[in-house]
Nanobody
Framework: VQLQASGGGLVQAGDSLRLSCAFSGRTFSTFVMGWFREAPGKEREFVSTKRWLGGGEYYSNSVKGRFTISKDHAKNTLYLQMNSLKPEDTAVYYC????????????????WGQGTQVTVSS
């Protein structure tokens, strides 16, 4: 499975961005995709996750109500719509894939994209 994240950029607080994660390769019935982020000097943290087949999604408390994870099966793409961005959302955002739905640990994801930088100015 290969993942390619895109859509990052420099925005002001309160703005919106949509990240995309296009993937290729074999999927499986328990395929799960998610987003993590890593800010300078901090550990990589969970943002959101979603089953590729069927329903179910989770968000971290820090983004719940502002971010929305979605998918497009026809395009093999996962999205992260980020609204009401805050300076503390500044990080490199990574998309990941695995087979452990609900996992909020990076260890639950075997496949990773290269990351896309999101910078939110105050």
């Amino acid at each position: 499975v290969q993942l390619q994240a895109s859509g990052g950029g420099l925005v002001q607080a309160g703005d919106s961005l949509r990240l995309s994660c296009a993937f290729s390769g074999r999927t499986f019935s328990t395929f799960v995709m998610g987003w993590f982020r890593e800010a300078p000097g901090k550990e990589r943290e969970f943002v959101s996750t979603k089953r590729w087949l069927g329903g179910g999604e989770y968000y971290s408390n820090s983004v719940k109500g502002r971010f929305t994870i979605s998918k497009d099966h026809a395009k093999n793409t996962l999205y992260l719509q980020m609204n009401s961005l805050k300076p503390e959302d500044t990080a490199v955002y990574y998309c990941a894939a695995g087979d452990q739905f609900g996992s909020k640990s990076s260890e639950g994801y075997a496949y990773w994209g290269q990351g896309t930088q999101v910078t939110v100015s105050s």
